[in-house]
């Protein structure tokens, strides 16, 4: 078993700034690539960004120079700092994590999301 466990999401008034954090734990051999997608309302799910195991990233265009990805490959865990936070940025956040457990198959496996709300 792999879990995925988010955190950092909350209530920010337009113009300010989140850390996202997404812890992953279970029976895990390697962690390839890492990211976060978010769905707001009425939307589908969309990437916002990823990290690959040697730091590439990669951002969507919405949120490329307001947002850094990060990650801690010893901690299995990855980041996002969001700055410059707008009302679209509101949505459901999931943190996405492509595994390669000890038994050796690779899945993708997903946190739970966590809620950001920008609003004044």
């Known amino acids: 078993q792999v879990q995925l466990v988010e955190s950092g999401g909350g209530l920010v008034q337009p113009g300010g700034s989140l850390r996202l954090s997404c812890a992953a734990s279970g029976s895990i051999f390697s962690i390839n690539v890492m990211g976060w997608y978010r769905q707001a309302p009425g939307k589908q799910r969309e990437l916002v960004a990823a990290i690959s195991s040697g730091g590439s990233k990669n951002y969507a265009d919405s949120v490329k120079g307001r947002s850094t990805i990060s990650r801690d490959n010893a901690k299995n865990t990855v980041y996002l700092q969001m700055n410059s936070l707008k009302p679209e940025d509101t949505a459901v956040y999931y943190c996405?994590?492509?595994?390669?457990?000890?038994?050796?198959?690779?899945?993708?496996?997903w946190g739970q999301g966590t809620q950001v709300t920008v609003s004044s």
């Open positions: 996405i994590a492509n595994v390669r457990r000890v038994a050796g198959t690779v899945s993708d496996y």
